[in-house]
């Protein structure tokens, strides 16, 4: 088990490694020079080009200008926007609430209310059951921008419940803002949470112990809650993992729809505006987010289930 | 040349003997999927007004006689722009779909033939290419190349060739061990002709199956890029285009052109997705 931990561990450095590499060196890629891809294809005045190739070490070899940026990453310094005139952390810092807050909201949409749709739909068949399926399989195909449009045009201009754009003010306000985004984020992984838990919750309800459970007079809630949800455990926890970290990805789409002004819909524009040290910074902190979520899971998926055979999925 | 005939050949074969017993829904996928392409093909020729002419002075009219959808922010007719759209809209997922599964293939059967350090360097690889989000990777792209639905679909086609890479390079394992391989590399056949010839082949309905359900999730994320303005740029009629530009109709309470839109994109990604999951099914099925 240690064995497999560390191995993990180890394969989660060299990720971050390579990956970081890979963000750093796709300003070089980049067509033209690095001054004027950081400019944005701006002229700049020769003392500001001075400033910059002091600035990013563009006289040094590539490998220590990438080793120096890595040092500065881990004091927290990610470089300075060019367009902004401000350093990219202060940038970071000021949004990274945002995100941090929708993730957090749509995660516990996507535990509660799927683990909840999927055991209604496992334990009841009929109409209950038909109406868990075509709700899941119409949201499991719905893509992230279409059901904020939808949300928006349904709960923010028809109803009015809820505020359609922006991020608002105060706790309470904030999080009525969150709503609608929470919704739009959670759609897919929603749907897939819930038809994992229902595939699971039947198999183990068919078991014999549970059946033997039920004979022995055992009360039903007692019965789901011990014994059938407890072993249906294992497969939920995992793909709900693997779903919240893939929200990393979509989260920058829900944020533009929705005009948040979080680390997804900054990414977006910086990319527009070739601001090359912010789509850097960002896509650091959301790769290396990422990437640590996906070890957790994995490691998390040997510890709860002794069964494993350790090494089987990392092949 | 004769072996693309076969293979071709074969996968006619393999895909038409898959939607055997899959009921009237697979096939209702395959007409919306033919559909589709039908349009994506002929849509400009279909559209019935020219998608980028602009007049003011029907902006956000509903449907009228001659006018199915209505119009438009920009007074532009919505079923002409969406017969249009259809074109980049389906383009670009096939060239990811086309793009991932070829350099997946290619690299699954090559590791799995080759094995030892090859197989695991080829592994590591493809493992760290998973720490990418295919949307972040396309932004990122987007940034060094300028925003287009070429940059967009190279990051996505390099972003999904491990989803392709790993399901192959099992089967391709799997059939490695198979005594016909061995049969034939007695009788001196080269390596890259047994592949090419018959382990290739052999593992196909697999291979259409993975890139079929690939097709759906490249045209979400090609649609969520263009949304976000990153990929096919205004005024080109592109059905992720349209849901963005349709958003400003949707605040002012009229949610046509963005709900049209949305609707297509999510019919076909439907249909394919159904379709894949039942390719995968009969592929697994006929592999035991």
């Known amino acids: 088990m240690i064995r497999f931990i560390l191995r993990r561990l180890l394969m989660l450095v060299v990720t971050l490694f390579i990956s970081s590499f890979v963000i750093f060196s796709s300003l070089y890629i980049a067509p033209g ?34 080793w120096d940026w890595v040092k500065g990453v881990f004091h927290g310094d990610f470089g300075v926007s060019i367009q902004l005139h401000e350093n990219v952390s202060a940038l970071i810092s000021a949004r990274i609430g945002t995100t941090l807050g929708l993730v957090i909201y749509a995660s516990l949409l996507i535990i509660m209310a799927g683990v909840a749709l999927g055991v209604l739909g496992g334990l009841r068949r009929g109409p209950t059951d038909t109406f868990v399926v075509v709700l899941t399989t119409v949201s499991a ?53 819930a038809r994992v838990t229902r595939a699971a919750v039947r198999e183990e309800a068919g078991k014999e112990h549970v059946q ?5 007079g055992i009360p ?82 040997a510890l709860l289930d002794p069964r494993v055979r350790l090494g089987a999925r990392a092949q | 040349m004769s072996t693309v005939v076969a293979a071709s050949g074969r996968l006619f074969r393999s895909s038409r003997h898959s939607l055997r017993g899959t009921g009237w829904l697979g096939y ?91 197989d695991a360097a080829v592994s590591a690889c493809l493992d760290v290419l998973f720490a990418f989000p295919g949307i972040l990777l396309a932004v990122l792209a987007a940034a060094v190349f300028g925003p287009s639905l070429f940059a967009a679909s190279i990051a996505l086609s390099v972003a999904y060739t491990p989803y392709i890479a790993r399901v192959v390079r099992g089967a391709a394992l799997r059939e490695r061990a198979q005594q016909y391989i061995a049969a034939l590399e007695v009788q001196g056949f080269s390596g890259f002709l047994i592949c090419l010839r018959h382990l290739v082949p052999n593992v196909v309905a697999l291979i259409v ?27 080109q009629p592109d059905w992720g285009v349209m849901v963005s530009e349709g958003e400003t109709g949707v605040l002012q309470g009229y949610p046509a052109e963005a709900l049209a839109a949305g609707a297509a994109i999510m019919l076909v990604v439907i249909a394919v997705n159904l379709l894949g999951e039942r390719l995968v099914e009969s592929a697994q099925r006929s592999q035991r």
């Not at chain 1, 922006?166 to 985004?181: C, M």
Request: hydrophobic share 55%; net charge neutral; proline share 5%.
């Open chain 1, 33 to 66: 020079n690095p001054i004027a891809v950081l400019s944005g294809g701006r002229g700049l005045p020769h003392s500001s080009v001075v400033i910059l190739e002091r600035r990013y070490h563009l006289n040094d070899p590539f490998l220590v200008r990438y």
């Open chain 1, 141 to 193: 195909a719905l893509p992230a921008f279409v059901a904020s449009v939808v949300l928006i045009s349904v709960f923010a201009v028809d109803l009015g419940w809820f505020p359609a754009l922006g991020n608002g003010t105060g706790a309470f306000d904030q999080i009525k803002h969150l709503t609608l985004p929470a919704f739009a984020l959670a759609a897919g992984g929603l749907a897939l949470v």
């Open chain 1, 212 to 216: 033997t459970a039920v004979s022995r």
């Open chain 1, 220 to 301: 039903s809630s007692l019965v789901i809650r011990r014994h059938v949800l407890r072993n249906a455990a294992i497969p939920i926890t995992t793909v709900a993992g693997l779903t919240i970290a893939s929200l990393i990805a979509v989260d920058a789409v829900v944020e533009t729809a929705f005009a948040l002004n979080g680390l997804g819909s900054y990414l977006v524009t910086a990319a527009g505006n070739k601001d090359f040290a912010v789509v850097q910074g960002i896509s650091l902190v959301l790769v290396t987010t990422f990437v640590v979520i996906n070890t957790i899971v994995d490691i998390l998926y």
């Open chain 2, 28 to 118: 209702a996928c395959v007409g919306v999927i033919a559909l589709a392409v039908f349009v994506a093909i002929f849509g400009p020729m279909l559209a019935p007004y020219d998608p980028n002419a602009v007049d003011l002075s029907n902006a956000f009219v509903g449907p009228t006689g001659g006018h199915l959808l209505g119009f438009d922010p920009a007074g532009r007719d919505l079923l002409s722009r969406l017969l249009v759209g259809a074109r980049t809209s389906m383009l670009g997922p096939f060239a990811v779909m086309v793009f991932s599964v070829l350099l997946g293939t290619a690299l699954a059967v090559s590791a799995a033939w080759i094995g030892g350090w090859y």
């Open chain 2, 209 to 235: 199956a993975q890139g079929t359900i690939l097709f759906g999730f490249a045209m979400v994320d090609l649609a969520a890029i263009s949304f976000l303005g990153l990929g096919v740029q205004p005024p």
